[in-house]
């Protein structure tokens, strides 16, 4: 018997999880069983409530808000241990039309994917501002690089996972998962697709976009660390290398000043030179440091995907 659950994260819902629900589907084709799962994040509204009203089969709840990316991970965990085999992502916002859940679990039940993520009309969509659509743009260049993927439209977070590759993602993050999961399953060998979707027209405010300057910051934050978590050996030691070179850049200088014979005037060159080459090393050191630690998170994955399995 093939489980297909669909789950929601929800913080405060109450006034468009209804909607959301109403547009699911109870049947998909390929699959025996279709359940919806709820995950409460601390609700302080009739969230809960809307839900059971609406049919919903599971609900996870928190008793405080933990945020978007602990909901989405409880989500996973929770349809791993209903034998889900199938497990889709979406909003309770009703951002994307349920419609299309049949196109984005075909490659799975296809065999051609482990991971499908859902590519908006990023470019039409009206109610994204300019800066937010040049954003998520940039987003998904970052997660192509870093990812190895070719994921088009990386922030969306209607997407499928096969029971396999729920079980193998771990997520760090507190803001999103959307750009860190795709970055793991990539650097895991996972075979990640796209599939184009429709979107609905905006309901409420985004939750993660309370205003553009702190969107600006929380993205390029998270773009930074995910070069820090992923990319650790490149990241330090891109960092060190410059400042190396700019320590031995000024040594040199200080060194012709003093066969010109006029070295004692610059000895504040010699001074941030030694700075600099010290400081540079010792980064180009923590590149090591850093990459041996994400060896061993690798291994530590590895044990927690093969405890999943076994339970």
């Keep these: 018997m093939k489980k297909l659950i669909i789950q929601m994260p929800c913080y405060n819902e109450a006034g468009t999880l209804a909607l959301a629900l109403k547009e699911l589907p109870r049947s998909v084709p390929g699959f025996d069983v279709v359940e919806w799962l709820v995950v409460n994040d601390g609700s302080t509204d009739d969230t809960v409530e809307i839900a059971r009203k609406c049919g919903v089969d599971h609900v ?35 951002q994307y039309e349920a419609a299309d859940i049949p196109a984005l679990v075909a490659p799975i039940l296809e065999g051609r994917a482990d991971i499908v993520v859902g590519a908006r009309p990023i470019s039409g969509i009206r109610h994204f501002s300019p800066v937010k659509k040049a954003l998520q743009k940039l987003g998904s260049w970052v997660v192509r690089k870093v990812s ?55 309901l409420r405010p985004s939750r993660l976009v309370r205003s553009i300057p702190s969107y600006i910051k929380r993205s390029i934050g998270t773009m930074i660390r995910i070069f820090v978590i992923y990319k650790p050996f490149a990241f330090f030691m891109g960092i060190g290398s410059f400042v190396f070179l700019a320590g031995l850049a000024l040594g040199v200088r200080y060194l012709v000043y003093l066969f010109g014979g006029s070295g004692g005037g610059h000895m504040q060159s010699l001074i941030l030179a030694s700075i600099l080459l010290v400081m540079g090393f010792q980064t180009m050191l923590t590149a090591f440091l850093a990459d041996l630690l994400a060896a061993n998170r690798k291994l530590l994955e590895d044990v927690k995907y093969s405890l999943r399995k076994k339970s």
């Design 148 to 202: 190895r993927t070719d994921i088009p439209d990386a922030p969306s977070g209607f997407r499928a996972m096969s029971r396999d590759a729920a079980m193998r993602l771990n997520v760090y993050s507190d803001y999103t998962y959307t750009l860190e999961s795709i970055i793991q399953a990539g650097r895991m060998g996972m075979a990640i697709v796209s599939v184009p979707i429709h979107v609905n027209e905006d």
């Design 60 to 94: 996870v709840d928190f008793r405080r808000n933990r945020g978007l990316a602990r909901g989405f991970t409880a989500g996973l965990e929770a349809g791993i241990a209903l034998g889900a085999d199938v497990i889709v992502n979406t909003d309770a916002d009703n």
